[in-house]
């Protein structure tokens, strides 16, 4: 075993903790490396996972993978899509077709769940409809059909992976059914038997690909084979734990990767949290920390935070150590990546939010009320910034001391260690401790 399977073990889940995008791709397809198996557990293509492949800024080459995971760039490595997942399928052959024209082959590296819930285009016809109809409360969605899915999924009439594996017939009576009840209910006309004969070709495609991905996941352990679990948005985007109705429809927690790809909790040996230097968001919702100045309009600008699967501007502001620690407390992190540390570079002076106050209190839990987070005060620290590159910065050690003392910081704000740092886009720019 290298270090870093004896640093973190042979199965590990890898969570955002923030609001998403926080860099968990980046991260995966580094590990992914080392690990056998990278498994996405929930979501569907909302999610945009950015990877850099190359060694210089100028020769690098940019994936963004959806529903993928991001281990596939190693051509010796599996993936797997779990039953947590919801997958809009000409979307992921699209992702196929992409990875095909830079070479890298799919065949026999990728298994989808038979379990997991298909997103068909009414879906997301459906997320339109229904956030249209929400005003000025929408969430703010992808329009991926998410939230529609993962309804018709708890609502027990979805559609799964293996229904369009089996029998292509009891497939299409399956979907007549189901679109004709959303017809209904939602008012649009739909070209019902065009959407049914797209999925006979799509089924030849998928020879092969639609296993028990949690058997084969299971079988691996057993062998000794090491699985990275793949997350998708952040801890504060998730069904449960998230700012609802502010959140996606899934369960993005640690917890949640293990049901999303069907392996017991005690098989897994670390978790590691995703965290931003600072603090993004994009949608609706509340956000504690959020600045709109020109210290945000900075942050945005410099870190190009803009959306990788909507292009829409993400929100910025510090980082927001309540905000991290409850992603410690429900994901139980044993370590952290913080990523993005270059694109503080440029601050003379950076602050970090490390209490909301409410009424005068200090509050001890993350508020579930988003009127309470709406209204609390934040309380502030400063640290002085370090003005200098660090982007060719390989250990620790050549930080400068600034930015040292800010990761050290918050490495003792939220009592985890901070095993990685991010100090730009690139596989190389990863400092490792
Ligand atoms: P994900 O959804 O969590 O995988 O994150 P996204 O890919 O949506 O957004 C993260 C963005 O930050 C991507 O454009 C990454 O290439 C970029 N990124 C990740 N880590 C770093 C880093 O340490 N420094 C810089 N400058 N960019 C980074
Ligand atoms: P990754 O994996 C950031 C947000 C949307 C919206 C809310 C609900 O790249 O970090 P949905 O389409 O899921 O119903 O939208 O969740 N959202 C994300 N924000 N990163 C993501 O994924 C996201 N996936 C969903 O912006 O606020
Ligand atoms: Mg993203």
Same mark, same amino acid.
């Given at each position: ?19 998403? =995008? ?31 492949? #190359? ?80 005003? =000025? ?122 049901? #999303? ?34 210290? #945000?309009?900075?942050?945005? =600008? ?48 950076i602050r970090i939010a490390v209490k909301y106050m409410y009424k005068g209190e200090e509050l001890k ?69």
């Amino acid at each position: 075993m290298t270090s870093i399977k004896n640093l973190l073990g042979q199965v590990i889940i890898v969570v955002g903790a923030q609001w998403g =995008d926080e860099g968990k791709g980046k991260l995966v397809d580094i590990l992914s490396q080392e690990y056998d198996i990278t498994a996405r557990s929930a979501g569907g293509a909302n999610a945009g996972h950015t990877i850099y492949v #190359g060694n210089t800024d100028e020769d690098a080459k940019k994936f963004v993978f959806h529903l993928i995971p991001s281990g596939m760039l190693n051509e010796d490595k599996e993936c797997v899509i779990g039953s947590g997942c919801v997958v809009h399928l000409p979307t992921l052959i699209d992702e196929i077709e992409m990875l095909k024209k830079e070479n890298v082959s799919v065949k026999g590296r990728l298994f989808i769940s038979d379990r997991a819930h298909l997103i068909f285009d009414y879906h997301q016809l459906i997320d339109r409809i229904q956030e249209e109809a929400k005003g =000025d409360q929408k969430v703010g969605t992808t329009n991926r059909g998410i939230g529609p899915a993962y309804t018709d999924k708890s609502n027990r009439i979805g559609i799964r992976m293996g229904d369009l594996t089996n029998g292509f017939e009891a497939f299409a009576e399956k979907l007549r059914r189901n679109i004709e009840k959303h017809q209904e209910r939602y008012g649009f006309n739909y070209d019902i038997e065009k959407e049914i004969n797209k999925y006979k070709d799509i089924a030849d495609f998928l020879d092969g690909m639609v296993v028990d991905t949690s058997y084969h996941l299971n079988d691996a352990i057993k062998q000794g084979k090491t699985i990275l679990l793949e997350g998708a948005q952040g801890t504060h985007l998730d069904l449960d734990s998230g700012t609802y109705p502010f959140v996606t429809s899934s369960s993005t927690i640690a917890g949640g990767a293990c049901a #999303g790809v069907g392996i017991g909790p005690k098989k897994v040996d670390s978790v590691i949290g995703i965290v931003k230097a600072y603090t993004t968001r994009v949608g609706e919702g509340p956000f504690p920390s959020e600045l709109e100045d020109a210290n #945000g309009e900075k942050l945005q =600008d410099i870190g190009g935070e803009y959306g990788a699967t909507t292009g829409r501007p993400r929100r910025c502001g510090w980082f927001d150590v309540p905000v991290v620690d409850y992603a410690v407390q429900v994901n139980g992190l044993t370590s952290i990546n913080l990523t993005k540390l270059d694109v503080l570079s440029e601050f003379d002076k950076i602050r970090i939010a490390v209490k909301y106050m409410y009424k005068g209190e200090e509050l001890k839990s993350f508020p579930a009320n988003l009127d309470i987070l709406e209204n609390v005060e934040v309380e502030y620290i400063e640290m002085p910034g370090w003005n200098e590159d660090i982007t060719e910065a390989k250990t620790f050690d050549e930080l400068p001391i600034n930015a040292q003392k800010y990761v050290l910081e918050i490495e003792r704000l939220v009592g985890v260690p901070i095993n990685f740092i991010g100090v730009g886009m690139r596989r190389d720019q990863m400092i490792v401790r």
